[in-house]
């Protein structure tokens, strides 16, 4: 410790802050949304009825499916960073 009675910059820079223990406990709901969104999104395009619609709506289909699974794998990676400066 430091004469200050503070950890040292090593021990305090792995730690949690509040707002990423916040965002850490949020971040199952937050996938959890996500991949349903994708799964919504996966059965519409699969639909018999979808390649029916206008262009601008197909395309804005993909274009949200290709976001979603973009967040998807941020969500996973941003957890995977967050646990593993948790410290077990």
């Known amino acids: ?11 305090t820079s792995k ?16 996938i959890e949304a996500l991949e349903a969104e994708e799964r919504e999104l996966n059965a ?4 018999p009825e ?3 619609e206008g262009r601008e709506a197909i395309q804005a289909t993909m274009a949200r499916l290709t976001a979603v699974t973009t967040q998807i794998g941020d969500a996973y990676s941003r957890w995977h960073e967050l646990e593993s400066r948790v410290g077990k």
């Open 1 to 11: 410790m430091t004469a200050d009675g503070r950890g040292s910059v090593a021990t």
């Open 15 to 30: 730690k949690l802050s509040y707002n990423e223990q916040r965002e850490l406990g949020g971040l199952p709901k937050e």
């Open 44 to 47: 519409r395009i699969a639909g």
């Open 50 to 52: 979808f390649y029916k």
